[in-house]
């Protein structure tokens, strides 16, 4: 459900779809077996097939800045459609630094 | 309040339901031609009030989520989100932004800041012991 790239120590995923409470589980532990695995100095999560997300997905995104690093890595996020646009600028994650 | 339109359901507090709760509301509120990003505004609040009765109203359990969805003459929408669980203590607080009793599920605090931030008007009732009601209002301002 959740496609990931590895590639020159960055770990890309491609987020698709709706991302709520419902989803953000199965999502979490992809992510984070791939994280504590491949210990990769930059992940990337790519929003642009996401059609709908809520603070669900906003505690998703603060979940895997913590894990990613405590492996010592950093968190990349891309390509936020404009829908999304508010709830991101309304949680503070801008001001993490991962645009 | 005099609805010209209105609509009830219920369903088991399983997280499957959040999506189906979102898209039932999104197509009663069809009929008022919502903009695109008024349609959003409504699916994320209507969201985070469920997703409450989900996992802080009935926790581990599976209780009973309400829905009564209504349209006023004067084109608003009225959603009240119900669950008869445990609770809410002190409104006030869980209202604040960032506030959450839920941390270590990573939990964000926002619910309440994104509903009150989507919709013009946000109302919680709450009885430790009892349930929570949370009333979402936004007018659908009719395109010129
Ligand atoms: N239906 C409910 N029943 C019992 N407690 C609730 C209910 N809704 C909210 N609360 C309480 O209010 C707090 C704040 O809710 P809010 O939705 O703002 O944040 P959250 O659910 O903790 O995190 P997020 O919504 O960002 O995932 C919750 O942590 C919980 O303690
Ligand atoms: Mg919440």
Partial sequence: MVQTDYKNDILTVYLKGEIDHNRAADIRVTIDSRINSLRPKKLELDFSKVSFMDSSGIGLIMGRYRAVGLVGGELKIKNVPENLSRIIELSGITSLGVF | ?144
């Fill in chain 2, 1 to 144: 309040m005099k609805s010209i339109n209105e609509t009830h359901i219920k369903f088991p507090s399983k997280s499957i339901n959040e999506g189906f709760a979102r898209s039932v509301v999104s197509a009663f509120v069809m009929e008022l031609d919502p903009t695109i990003s008024e349609l959003a505004d409504i699916k994320t609040a209507v969201s985070e009030a469920v997703t409450n009765c989900i996992v802080h109203g009935y926790k581990r359990e599976i209780g009973v989520v309400y829905i009564d969805a209504y349209i006023t003459e004067e084109k608003r929408v009225v959603i009240k989100i119900r669950d008869k669980g445990v609770g809410i203590n002190d409104v006030k607080q869980a209202m604040q932004p960032l506030f959450t009793t839920a941390e270590n599920e990573e939990r964000a605090g926002l619910g309440f800041a994104v509903m009150q931030s989507f919709m013009d008007k946000v109302k919680v009732r709450s009885t430790p012991g009892k349930g929570t009601t949370v009333t979402l209002e936004k007018l659908i301002v009719p395109i010129r």
